[in-house]
C-alpha cells in the first residue's frame, strides 16, 4: 500500500504498514467475523440471565458479582467500554453485535420490499438516544437493572429487537446513528480518540473520479461498502461519529484511506465551538452520574452527595435508600445545580451571554473531565469485579457461589490492584483530563476569557478531591 503523503495535517502512525492488520481490516471477513462472536456472547448472557432474580436474603450486588450475566455487562464490559471510547473512539461500533443485527435486517427488509425511511432529522439529533440513555439509568438507580440478571436479559434482548426493526423499517445504519442508547456517550467521549480513519494525501482524493466510498450504490454491498453511516472519508476531520468499520479502507480504489494512532485530542481535528443541544443535555445528565459513582468509592463522600434526597424521603415518608428519587436526584436536579453554578460564575464576567450559550460552550472541554472521572470509576470497578470472573464461570448462575460467599465457605476475592494504587492512577487521570479541558478551550475560545476556565477547575478539582480523599481521609 504506497501511499503519497502530501499532507502532514494527520500525522500519526498509520496502523496499515503493519501487515497483520492491514490484511485484517481488507479481510471480507472483517468486522462481521467479530460482531458474530460477540452476538454469539451477548445471546448466552441473555439465556443465562432470563428469570434469574437473587436469592430471598442476599444482597443483589454480590449476587450480580457472582452470576456471569451480571457479572460480564456492568462489571467487565461497560469499564472497558468506557476506557475504549476515551482512548479509541468508537471502537466498539466495529464490533458490535448490534450494529450486525441492523446491518443485515436492513438488506432483508430491501430483499422482502419494505420501503424504507431515512431517519428523521430529530432522530438524527440523539434527542432519543439522550432520553433512552436517560431511562437506562434511572432503572439502574430505582429498579437495579445493573444488578438482577432477570432484568440485564430481558435488557439485551431489548437491544437486539430494536436493532432488528430499526433495520427493517429504516435505512443507512439507523440504529447506530438515532437509537443506541451508548452513541451520544461514545460520540462525546470519543472526541479525542487515539484511533482515526483519515486519508493520505489530498491529491489522491481529488484526482479520484470513482468516488466508492461516498458512492450511494456503494451502500448496499457487503464489502467495501461506502460509508455506511453517511460520513465523507475524504473530508473526516473528527472521530465523533466514525465507526471504524473499515469499509471505506476496502472500497478506496487509490488505496488512500489510512488507520493512524496518534496523540489524543490531536490538533487537525475539528472542534465545535458549540456543543449541540442533546450532546449539551447528555453531558450535563452524564456529570450528575459520574459524580454519583466516584462518590459510592468514598462512603463519607456518598452520604454528602445524598443528603438531599435522604432528607426528601424522610419528609416525604419514604425508604431513604429509595433508588429512583436518588436517580432523579443524580441525573436532573444535582447536574442542573452543578451547571446553574458554572453558569453564573461566567456571567459575572459576561452578564450579557445567555445561559444556554454558556452550557453549549462549556459542555465538550468539561466532558474530558467527566470522561477522566467515568474512566477512574471504571477501573475501580473493574479490579473489584474481575476477580469473581473464575467464580462465575464455574457456576454461571450464580447461586451456589453466592451461597458459598454469604456462608463463609468461600472468601470474597479482594480487589486485583490494591485501592491505594487505584487512587494514585485515578488522580493522574484526573490531572490529564484537567490539562486535555483546559488545552482544549484555548484552542476554541479566547484565550483572554479565563474566566471560562474557573467551572473546569471546579468539576476538576472536586472529582480529584473525591479521588485522592477515599483512600487518604481521616474521617
Same mark, same amino acid.
Given at each position: 500500500?504506497?501511499?503519497?503523503?502530501?499532507?502532514?495535517?494527520?500525522n500519526g502512525?498509520?496502523l496499515?504498514?503493519?501487515?497483520?492488520i492491514?490484511?485484517?481490516?481488507?479481510?471480507?471477513?472483517?468486522p462481521?467475523? *467479530?460482531?458474530?462472536?460477540?452476538l454469539?456472547?451477548?445471546? %448466552?448472557? /441473555?439465556?443465562?440471565?432470563?428469570?434469574?432474580?437473587p436469592?430471598?436474603?442476599?444482597?443483589?450486588?454480590?449476587?450480580?458479582?457472582?452470576?456471569?450475566?451480571?457479572?460480564t455487562?456492568?462489571?467487565l464490559?461497560?469499564?472497558l467500554?468506557?476506557w475504549?471510547?476515551?482512548? *479509541?473512539g468508537r471502537?466498539w461500533?466495529?464490533?458490535?453485535?448490534? #450494529?450486525?443485527?441492523?446491518?443485515?435486517?436492513?438488506?432483508l427488509?430491501?430483499?422482502?420490499?419494505?420501503?424504507?425511511?431515512p431517519?428523521?432529522?430529530w432522530?438524527?439529533?440523539?434527542?432519543l438516544i439522550?432520553a433512552?440513555?436517560?431511562?437506562?439509568?434511572?432503572?439502574?438507580?430505582?429498579?437495579?437493572?445493573?444488578?438482577i440478571? /432477570?432484568?440485564?436479559s430481558?435488557?439485551l434482548?431489548?437491544?437486539? %429487537?430494536? %436493532?432488528?426493526?430499526?433495520?427493517?423499517l429504516?435505512?443507512?445504519?439507523?440504529?447506530?446513528?438515532?437509537?443506541?442508547?451508548?452513541?451520544?456517550?461514545?460520540?462525546?467521549?470519543?472526541?479525542?480518540?487515539m484511533?482515526?480513519v483519515r486519508?493520505a !494525501?489530498?491529491?489522491?482524493?481529488?484526482?479520484?473520479?470513482?468516488?466508492?466510498?461516498?458512492?450511494?450504490?456503494?451502500?448496499?454491498?457487503?464489502?467495501?461498502?461506502?460509508?455506511p453511516s453517511?460520513l465523507?472519508p475524504?473530508?473526516l476531520?473528527? &472521530?465523533?461519529d466514525?465507526?471504524v468499520?473499515?469499509?471505506?479502507?476496502?472500497?478506496?480504489?487509490p488505496?488512500n484511506?489510512?488507520?493512524l494512532?496518534?496523540?489524543?485530542?490531536?490538533?487537525?481535528?475539528?472542534? #465545535?465551538?458549540?456543543a449541540?443541544?442533546?450532546? &449539551?443535555?447528555?453531558?450535563?445528565?452524564?456529570?450528575?452520574f459520574?459524580?454519583?459513582?466516584?462518590?459510592?468509592?468514598?462512603?463519607?463522600?456518598e452520604?454528602?452527595?445524598l443528603?438531599v434526597?435522604?432528607?426528601?424521603?424522610?419528609?416525604?415518608?419514604?425508604?431513604?435508600n429509595?433508588?429512583?428519587?436518588?436517580?432523579?436526584?443524580?441525573?436532573?436536579?444535582f447536574?442542573?445545580?452543578?451547571?446553574?453554578?458554572?453558569?453564573?460564575?461566567?456571567?459575572?464576567? @459576561?452578564f450579557?451571554?445567555?445561559l444556554?450559550?454558556?452550557?453549549?460552550?462549556l459542555?465538550?472541554?468539561?466532558?474530558i473531565?467527566?470522561?477522566?472521572?467515568?474512566?477512574?470509576?471504571?477501573?475501580?470497578?473493574?479490579?473489584?469485579?474481575?476477580?469473581?470472573?473464575?467464580?462465575?464461570?464455574?457456576d454461571?448462575?450464580?447461586f451456589k457461589?453466592?451461597?458459598? *460467599?454469604? !456462608?463463609?465457605?468461600l472468601?470474597?476475592?479482594?480487589?486485583i490492584?490494591?485501592k491505594?494504587?487505584?487512587?494514585?492512577?485515578?488522580? /493522574?487521570?484526573?490531572?490529564?483530563?484537567?490539562?486535555?479541558a483546559?488545552? @482544549?478551550?484555548?484552542?476554541?475560545?479566547? @484565550? !483572554?476569557?479565563?474566566y471560562?476556565?474557573?467551572?473546569?477547575?471546579?468539576l476538576?478539582?472536586?472529582f480529584?478531591f473525591?479521588? *485522592?480523599?477515599k483512600e487518604?481521609?481521616f474521617?
Amino acid at each position: 500500500m504506497n501511499m503519497s503523503r502530501d499532507t502532514q495535517k494527520h500525522n500519526g502512525f498509520d496502523l496499515l504498514r503493519i501487515n497483520l492488520i492491514r490484511k485484517l481490516v481488507l479481510w471480507a471477513g472483517f468486522p462481521y467475523i *467479530f460482531q458474530i462472536l460477540t452476538l454469539l456472547v451477548f445471546l %448466552a448472557l /441473555a439465556v443465562i440471565g432470563w428469570g434469574l432474580f437473587p436469592p430471598n436474603g442476599v444482597d443483589d450486588k454480590l449476587f450480580a458479582k457472582t452470576n456471569l450475566t451480571n457479572l460480564t455487562i456492568w462489571g467487565l464490559w461497560w469499564p472497558l467500554m468506557i476506557w475504549g471510547a476515551v482512548l *479509541f473512539g468508537r471502537i466498539w461500533c466495529a464490533i458490535c453485535p448490534m #450494529e450486525l443485527i441492523s446491518n443485515f435486517s436492513e438488506r432483508l427488509g430491501r430483499v422482502i420490499g419494505i420501503r424504507q425511511k431515512p431517519l428523521s432529522k430529530w432522530l438524527r439529533s440523539g434527542v432519543l438516544i439522550v432520553a433512552l440513555y436517560t431511562v437506562i439509568q434511572l432503572l439502574v438507580a430505582g429498579a437495579h437493572l445493573h444488578r438482577i440478571p /432477570a432484568y440485564t436479559s430481558v435488557f439485551l434482548f431489548t437491544l437486539l %429487537a430494536v %436493532a432488528l426493526f430499526t433495520g427493517l423499517l429504516l435505512k443507512d445504519r439507523a440504529f447506530c446513528r438515532g437509537f443506541c442508547p451508548v452513541g451520544m456517550l461514545l460520540n462525546a467521549y470519543g472526541r479525542g480518540s487515539m484511533l482515526a480513519v483519515r486519508h493520505a !494525501s489530498d491529491r489522491a482524493c481529488a484526482s479520484c473520479t470513482s468516488r466508492d466510498c461516498v458512492l450511494p450504490g456503494n451502500r448496499k454491498k457487503l464489502v467495501g461498502r461506502s460509508c455506511p453511516s453517511l460520513l465523507n472519508p475524504a473530508k473526516l476531520n473528527s &472521530t465523533s461519529d466514525c465507526l471504524v468499520c473499515g469499509q471505506c479502507v476496502k472500497s478506496c480504489a487509490p488505496s488512500n484511506m489510512t488507520l493512524l494512532l496518534r496523540r489524543p485530542f490531536h490538533s487537525a481535528d475539528y472542534r #465545535e465551538p458549540l456543543a449541540s443541544w442533546p450532546l &449539551t443535555m447528555f453531558i450535563i445528565l452524564v456529570s450528575g452520574f459520574v459524580t454519583y459513582e466516584l462518590c459510592t468509592e468514598w462512603v463519607q463522600a456518598e452520604h454528602v452527595f445524598l443528603w438531599v434526597p435522604q432528607q426528601l424521603s424522610l419528609n416525604i415518608g419514604l425508604n431513604t435508600n429509595n433508588g429512583w428519587i436518588k436517580g432523579f436526584w443524580t441525573l436532573f436536579i444535582f447536574p442542573f445545580l452543578l451547571w446553574s453554578f458554572f453558569g453564573a460564575i461566567v456571567k459575572l464576567f @459576561e452578564f450579557n451571554t445567555n445561559l444556554t450559550t454558556i452550557w453549549r460552550s462549556l459542555a465538550l472541554p468539561l466532558v474530558i473531565v467527566i470522561s477522566a472521572g467515568h474512566m477512574v470509576k471504571s477501573i475501580a470497578k473493574f479490579v473489584s469485579w474481575v476477580g469473581f470472573l473464575p467464580y462465575a464461570i464455574r457456576d454461571p448462575f450464580g447461586f451456589k457461589t453466592v451461597h458459598q *460467599f454469604t !456462608s463463609g465457605i468461600l472468601q470474597i476475592p479482594a480487589p486485583i490492584i490494591d485501592k491505594i494504587v487505584v487512587s494514585i492512577i485515578g488522580i /493522574a487521570i484526573m490531572l490529564i483530563g484537567i490539562y486535555f479541558a483546559i488545552r @482544549e478551550f484555548r484552542l476554541t475560545h479566547d @484565550e !483572554s476569557r479565563v474566566y471560562w476556565l474557573i467551572p473546569k477547575l471546579i468539576l476538576g478539582i472536586m472529582f480529584l478531591f473525591i479521588v *485522592f480523599g477515599k483512600e487518604w481521609s481521616f474521617f
